[in-house]
C-alpha cells in the first residue's frame, strides 16, 4: 500500500484499521504521524466541545449581524440579556471545529512535503490552497479572501489589519514549511511550524468568533 | 501667537467638557464566593482590572454615547458584562470603559478590540484577548495567563510561579520578572524582550518569525539554552558548557549550552530576527 493509497481510505477507517493499513502505518513515520495527529486533533476537539460557553461578545456579534442583516429589529424596550440558549448550542461548535479544521489542514499540507516519495500521480492542491512552492508569500487563498471579505462587512476598519495580519502569518508558515521541508527530523523546524499554524488559527478565531461588533 | 494658543486651549477644554457631559457612569456590584470568575467583554474600550476588597465584584463602566448599552449576568460563582452596541455605533460612539475590582483570587476574562487592557495583582488565572489592544499585566502569581492580540504590544512584569502563555501576530512582546513552569510566546512578526533569571525549572520558549528576540539574564541564571535563527544573527554574552543538540550550531546563527544546573530550558527562535542573550 502506498501513502497515497492509504490517505485515500483513511478517511473511512474508523478507530481502528485493517491488515493492509497497520503494515503500511508500521512501515511509514509519516502516515503514522499522520494518523497520529488527526487522532491529537480529535481527541482534543473533544474537549473543547464541552469547554466554557463561548464568550458573550460571540453573541453580540450574531445579534449585531443578524440586525444588520435585517433579520431581527431593533428592541423595543428591552434587549435581550443573556444569548438565546437554542442559538448558542447550534453554533458553539463552530469556533474549535474551524480551528481543528485549520491545524487538520496545515498538517496535511506538512505531511504531503514530508511523506514517502510518490510516483503515482499527484492530486493537485485544492483550489484556493496556499503551497510554498506555488505561490508568493503574500498571495492569500480562497479562504482567507473570504475571511477579509467577512471582516469588511463586519468592521471596514479592522479589514487592513487583518489581511496584514495574514500576510505576515502566511509568510511565516511558507518559511516554516521550506524549512521542515529541508531537514524533516528538526525539531525546531517543526515548532516554527506549529507556532505559524497556531498564529494563523488564531488569527481566523478572532476574526470569526468575537472581535468584530 | 498667544492669542491662537489660548484659542487652542480653550477649545480642547471646550471639547473635553462636551465629551465629558456626553458621557455616563454606570455602577454595579455582584457578591460572589471564592475563585469567581469574571467576564468583561468590551468591543471599544479600556479594562483596567484590580483586587478589590471582600467577595464582591464591583465594576464601574463609564458610556460615551447612547449608542451602546452595558449588559451583565451573573450566575452563582460566574459575572459576565458585556457592551452592548445599538445600530450605529462605531469606535466612538461605541466605547465603554471599565474599572474592575475583584476579589484577588477571581479568575478574569477580558476582550476588547482597541483595549487598553490591564490586570494587576491577581492570583487567579487570567485571559485576555485584543486586537489592536495594548495588554498590561503586572504583580501576578499562580495562575493561568494567557494573553492573545493581534498587533496590540503586550508588557507582562513580575509573574512569579505562573503558566504564561502569549500568542501575538504583530505585536512587541516585553516579559519583566516574569517565572513560572511555562513562559511561551509565540509571534510572527513582533520583537520579544525578556528581562529575568527564568526560575527554577521552568520551561521558556520566545519563538518569533521576522522579529528580534532579546532575552537579559543574570550571571546566576540556570539554564539550558537553545537560540537559533535561520537567516538573522545570533549572540551571546555568556560563556555556556556544550550540549548535544538535534541541529549543528553554527556561530553566528545558532548556539546551545547550559549555565549553572540548567534548571530551566531556554529556548530563543527566530526565523529572520537577530538574538542576543545579554548579560545584566
Redesign the interface.
Given at each position: 500500500m502506498t501513502c497515497e493509497e492509504f490517505k485515500r481510505v483513511l478517511p473511512e477507517l474508523g478507530s481502528g484499521h485493517g491488515i493492509e493499513q497497520e503494515e503500511h502505518l508500521r512501515s511509514c513515520c509519516a502516515c503514522s504521524d499522520l494518523v497520529a495527529d488527526l487522532n491529537a486533533i480529535s481527541k482534543e476537539a473533544r474537549f473543547l466541545k464541552g469547554s466554557e460557553d463561548p464568550?458573550?461578545?460571540v453573541w453580540?456579534s450574531i445579534e449585531?449581524a443578524l440586525?444588520q442583516e435585517g433579520l431581527i429589529r431593533?428592541p423595543q424596550l428591552q434587549?435581550l440579556?443573556?444569548p438565546a440558549p437554542m442559538l448558542g448550542w447550534r453554533l458553539r461548535w463552530l469556533v474549535p471545529l474551524a480551528a481543528t479544521l485549520l491545524i487538520v489542514f496545515g498538517a496535511l499540507i506538512y505531511q504531503r512535503g514530508t511523506g514517502q516519495p510518490q510516483t503515482a500521480q499527484q492530486p493537485s492542491p485544492p483550489a484556493g490552497v496556499v503551497t510554498a512552492n506555488l505561490q508568493p508569500t503574500d498571495v492569500m487563498g480562497g479562504e482567507d479572501l473570504q475571511l477579509l471579505k467577512t471582516v469588511s462587512e463586519r468592521s471596514p476598519?479592522?479589514r487592513a489589519?487583518?489581511e496584514?495580519?495574514l500576510r505576515?502569518?502566511n509568510?511565516?508558515i511558507r518559511?516554516?514549511e521550506q524549512?521542515a521541508h529541508s531537514?524533516p527530523?528538526?525539531?525546531?523546524a517543526q515548532?516554527?511550524l506549529r507556532?505559524?499554524y497556531?498564529?494563523k488559527a488564531?488569527?481566523y478565531e478572532?476574526a470569526l468568533d468575537?472581535?468584530?461588533? | 501667537m498667544q492669542r491662537a494658543t489660548s484659542y487652542a486651549v480653550v477649545t480642547v477644554l471646550v471639547l473635553t467638557a462636551l465629551a465629558a457631559a456626553e458621557s455616563t457612569r454606570q455602577e454595579m456590584h455582584f457578591k460572589v464566593g471564592r475563585r469567581a470568575s469574571v467576564?468583561i467583554?468590551n468591543?471599544?474600550g479600556g479594562i483596567s482590572v484590580k483586587p478589590g476588597p471582600g467577595k464582591v465584584v464591583a465594576i464601574t463602566a463609564v458610556l460615551y454615547s447612547s449608542k451602546v448599552?452595558v449588559?451583565?449576568?451573573k450566575s452563582r460563582r460566574r459575572v459576565?458584562v458585556?457592551?452592548?452596541?445599538?445600530?450605529g455605533?462605531d469606535?466612538e460612539t461605541?466605547r465603554v470603559d471599565y474599572e474592575v475590582l475583584v476579589p484577588a483570587d477571581a479568575s478574569v476574562?477580558l476582550?476588547s478590540?482597541t483595549g487598553p487592557l490591564r490586570v494587576e495583582k491577581l492570583h487567579g488565572d487570567i485571559m485576555v484577548?485584543g486586537?489592536?489592544a495594548s495588554v498590561d499585566v503586572r504583580d501576578v502569581s499562580a495562575g493561568h495567563i494567557h494573553i492573545?492580540t493581534?498587533?496590540g504590544p503586550v508588557t507582562v512584569t513580575n509573574v512569579s510561579d505562573g503558566l504564561v502563555e502569549i500568542?501575538s501576530?504583530?505585536g512587541d512582546v516585553a516579559l519583566n520578572a516574569v517565572n513560572g513552569s511555562l513562559v511561551h510566546v509565540?509571534s510572527?512578526?513582533g520583537k520579544i524582550h525578556y528581562d529575568g533569571d527564568f526560575g527554577d525549572g521552568g520551561d521558556y520558549?520566545l519563538?518569533t518569525?521576522?522579529g528580534d528576540i532579546e532575552a537579559i539574564a543574570p550571571a546566576y541564571a540556570s539554564i539550558e539554552v537553545?537560540a537559533?535563527s535561520?537567516q538573522g544573527m545570533v549572540e551571546k554574552d555568556f560563556p555556556l558548557q556544550p550540549e548535544h543538540t538535534?541541529?549543528v550550531p553554527r556561530a553566528g546563527s545558532a548556539f546551545a549550552g547550559t549555565m549553572g544546573e540548567a534548571a530551566s530550558s531556554v529556548?530563543l527562535?527566530s526565523?529572520?530576527g537577530k538574538i542576543h542573550l545579554k548579560k545584566r
Open positions: 464568550s458573550p461578545w453580540n449585531v440586525r431593533q434587549h440579556q443573556t476598519s479592522m489589519t487583518y496584514a495580519d505576515s502569518v509568510a511565516y518559511d516554516a524549512s531537514d527530523n528538526d525539531e525546531v515548532q516554527y507556532n505559524a497556531e498564529q488564531m488569527v478572532m468575537r472581535s468584530l461588533p | 467576564s467583554v468591543q471599544y448599552e449588559d451583565q449576568s459576565t458585556f457592551s452592548h452596541l445599538l445600530e455605533a469606535t461605541g476574562t476582550h478590540t484577548e486586537s489592536t492573545k493581534l498587533n500568542t501576530v504583530g509565540n510572527s512578526s520558549s519563538t518569525h521576522s537553545v537559533r535561520v538535534s541541529f529556548k527562535l526565523f529572520s
